[in-house]
């Protein structure tokens, strides 16, 4: 079964301070990778998405992920970090067969000035 | 694009009552839309899957008798928690998903119920 492992629950960083959030999955075949962010009390909203090709993926934020099969992970990354990028982060990996979207446990991020 | 709205955004009920929340697609058909529930600091657990026009699908340990989901047009989905108890309260959020955004869902902003 699909499963998707975050193993930090909790960073806090410094403003303008680059980041590193982790996420390991399991799955046998190539899977559809999503980073989310939310914010308290709110929905989540879409970082960015592998599918296929580059590995390097750009999202919204200034926020890149890259896809290491090798390694079965898709960490996000920033280069800066600003205040208001606190919130808690989620990875979700899909399959090309089914909708489901299976979610990490999440990653809060405190940002301080 | 691809907006996806829910109401009520909070909702509070007494113990024993029904409560229905809505999800609507506003710009965009939703040919599926999924029902996730999130406890406080937590992650979000797929609830059930419903196809406009069919039975929704739900996930083990869902009791569908309880949390009804109706997805009667391809831009309205509804979730009703019927008899409803403290331990019920959670974040409820939809998301949806077009027939041409290949395994992409867009999410609501999340419907907060408080059952007393």
């Known amino acids: 079964a699909q499963s998707v492992t975050q193993p930090d629950i909790h960073i806090t960083v410094s403003e303008g301070a680059s980041l590193e959030l982790r996420c390991n999955y399991s799955?046998?075949?190539?899977?559809?990778l999503f980073w989310y962010v939310q914010s308290p009390g709110q929905g989540l909203q879409l970082l960015l998405k592998?599918?296929?090709?580059?590995?390097l993926v750009q999202g919204i934020k200034g926020f890149e992920a890259e896809f290491k099969r090798s390694q079965s992970s898709f960490n996000l990354r920033k280069p800066s970090v600003h205040w208001s990028d606190a919130a808690e982060y989620f990875c979700?990996?899909?399959?090309?067969?089914?909708?489901?979207?299976?979610f990490g446990t999440g990653t809060r991020l405190q940002v301080f000035p | 694009g691809a907006v996806v709205s829910q109401h009520p955004s909070r909702v509070i009920c007494k113990s024993g009552t029904s409560v229905k929340i809505e999800c609507r697609s506003l710009?965009?058909?939703?040919?599926?839309m999924f029902w996730y529930r999130q406890f406080p600091k937590q992650s979000l657990m797929l609830m059930a899957t419903?196809?406009?026009?069919?039975?929704?699908?739900?996930e083990q340990g869902v009791e569908k008798d309880k949390f009804l989901i109706n997805h009667a047009s391809l831009t309205l989905s509804t979730l009703t928690v019927t008899s409803a108890h403290p331990e019920d309260s959670s974040f409820y959020i939809c998301?949806?998903?077009?027939?041409?955004?290949?395994?992409?869902?867009?999410f609501g902003p999340g419907t907060r119920l408080t059952v007393l």
């Open positions: 998301s949806a998903r077009g027939s041409l955004t290949v395994n992409e869902q867009f």
């Open positions: 799955y046998g075949a190539t899977p559809y």
């Open positions: 592998y599918f296929s090709g580059d590995t």
């Open positions: 979700a990996v899909a399959t090309y067969n089914t909708d489901k979207l299976i």
């Open positions: 710009d965009f058909q939703a040919t599926t």
């Open positions: 419903s196809n406009e026009g069919s039975k929704a699908t739900y």
